[in-house]
């Protein structure tokens, strides 16, 4: 089942709270939970705060690792009957959303499509114009792709482009039909929401508790122990901000608010992305009490994977 939606709307208490009612183990659909060192920024919740349920794709490798989301869709799709054949429900609970729909839906990633020739010219290209010349060529034959990647990240940019000349498809192309081929998975697909101001209070309160829980020392100790800061990793929300700061091109103030402004754009774009999803049963947190919330949920969980979840074996049942 899925637990999914914005950044800081609660996810990660709500995706446990299922796991201890329904005996499951919890897979991480986050992008940068991934990465080992990387804890404050990332928002992983400390072990001492899961409530005893396993998790699974949290700090498997260092951030200096390539890590794509195919690498995540192979990973994941072993781990799933691993979890199945222990009689525990996997529940993936997560909010990038590109993550979630390559183990959801028939994803196929285009790793044939290579031409190092390509990809050397490609470099060169990118070492001529500099970073953003480099990434407005992106925008202009991959726009969703230009939106997803930060200009910065120049590994991901050339990814996207040499794909593009090779096969002549973007990126987000690679996906499977859903007229003609049947989901991979029985779903429970929850998805939540609340208020989009108590949405950006809540962003901006996590990013400053963030600060005081000493993220600032956190991308410190990964530039000392020899990160670079252009890796893909290292560009994520709260990591690049900072690490800019380190360099003094602003104060600590202004860091912070640019955390805060980027992750709430990056929350309306998650807003937007699982909004495509029909199948996705929304939950307002903000509207129930908590203990009514959860029985809500857990009656959509039900119903969706048959009623008498609490009981059954589920060895290969999900499938």
């Given at each position: 089942m899925l637990v999914v939606g914005p950044t800081a709307v609660g996810k990660s208490d709500i995706g446990i709270a299922i796991a201890q009612h329904f005996n499951g183990e919890i897979i991480s659909g986050d992008s940068m939970q991934v990465y080992r060192g990387m804890d404050i920024g990332s928002a992983k919740i400390p072990p001492e705060q899961r409530g005893g349920i396993p998790h699974h794709m949290i700090d498997i490798i260092d951030p200096d690792e390539p890590f794509s989301v195919a690498d995540f869709q192979r990973r994941v799709t072993d781990l799933i009957p691993q979890i199945v054949a222990r009689?525990?429900?996997?529940?993936?609970?997560?909010?990038?959303?590109?993550?979630?729909?390559?183990?959801?839906?028939?994803?196929?990633?285009?790793?044939?499509?290579?031409?190092?020739?390509?990809?050397?010219?490609?470099?060169t290209k990118a070492a001529e114009l500099g970073p953003e010349a480099f990434h407005r060529l992106l925008a202009e034959i991959d726009p969703d792709a230009a939106k997803?990647?930060?200009?910065?990240?120049?590994?991901?940019?050339?990814?996207?482009?040499?794909?593009?000349?090779?096969?002549?498809?973007?990126?987000?192309?690679?996906?499977?039909?859903?007229?003609?081929?049947?989901?991979?998975?029985?779903l429970a697909p929850i998805a939540l929401t609340m208020d989009r101001q108590e949405l950006y209070r809540r962003i901006d309160q996590r990013a400053q508790?963030?600060?005081?829980?000493?993220?600032?020392?956190?991308?410190?100790?990964?530039?000392?122990?020899?990160?670079?800061?252009?890796?893909?990793?290292?560009?994520?929300?709260?990591?690049?901000?900072?690490?800019?700061?380190?360099?003094?091109?602003?104060?600590?103030?202004?860091?912070?608010?640019?955390?805060?402004?980027?992750?709430?754009?990056?929350?309306?774009?998650?807003?937007?992305?699982?909004?495509?999803?029909?199948?996705?049963?929304?939950?307002a947190v903000d509207v129930m009490e908590r203990d009514f919330l959860l029985e809500n949920i857990y009656d959509s969980i039900r119903k969706a994977l048959g009623g008498h979840i609490e009981n059954i074996n589920f060895g290969g049942s999900l499938q």
């Amino acid at each position: 089942m899925l637990v999914v939606g914005p950044t800081a709307v609660g996810k990660s208490d709500i995706g446990i709270a299922i796991a201890q009612h329904f005996n499951g183990e919890i897979i991480s659909g986050d992008s940068m939970q991934v990465y080992r060192g990387m804890d404050i920024g990332s928002a992983k919740i400390p072990p001492e705060q899961r409530g005893g349920i396993p998790h699974h794709m949290i700090d498997i490798i260092d951030p200096d690792e390539p890590f794509s989301v195919a690498d995540f869709q192979r990973r994941v799709t072993d781990l799933i009957p691993q979890i199945v054949a222990r009689g525990r429900l996997p529940i993936m609970v997560g909010g990038t959303g590109l993550y979630v729909r390559s183990i959801t839906d028939h994803y196929k990633f285009s790793e044939e499509a290579k031409d190092l020739e390509l990809r050397a010219r490609l470099e060169t290209k990118a070492a001529e114009l500099g970073p953003e010349a480099f990434h407005r060529l992106l925008a202009e034959i991959d726009p969703d792709a230009a939106k997803r990647i930060h200009f910065n990240d120049r590994k991901r940019i050339i990814r996207a482009m040499e794909v593009y000349h090779l096969t002549g498809k973007r990126q987000g192309e690679f996906h499977y039909a859903a007229s003609v081929q049947k989901p991979k998975y029985r779903l429970a697909p929850i998805a939540l929401t609340m208020d989009r101001q108590e949405l950006y209070r809540r962003i901006d309160q996590r990013a400053q508790i963030m600060i005081e829980l000493g993220l600032v020392e956190e991308v410190k100790g990964l530039l000392e122990r020899g990160y670079d800061p252009a890796l893909p990793s290292m560009q994520g929300l709260g990591y690049k901000e900072i690490v800019n700061y380190l360099r003094g091109e602003y104060n600590l103030s202004h860091a912070l608010y640019l955390i805060q402004r980027d992750t709430r754009h990056f929350a309306k774009r998650q807003y937007t992305w699982f909004r495509r999803d029909p199948r996705l049963n929304w939950f307002a947190v903000d509207v129930m009490e908590r203990d009514f919330l959860l029985e809500n949920i857990y009656d959509s969980i039900r119903k969706a994977l048959g009623g008498h979840i609490e009981n059954i074996n589920f060895g290969g049942s999900l499938q």
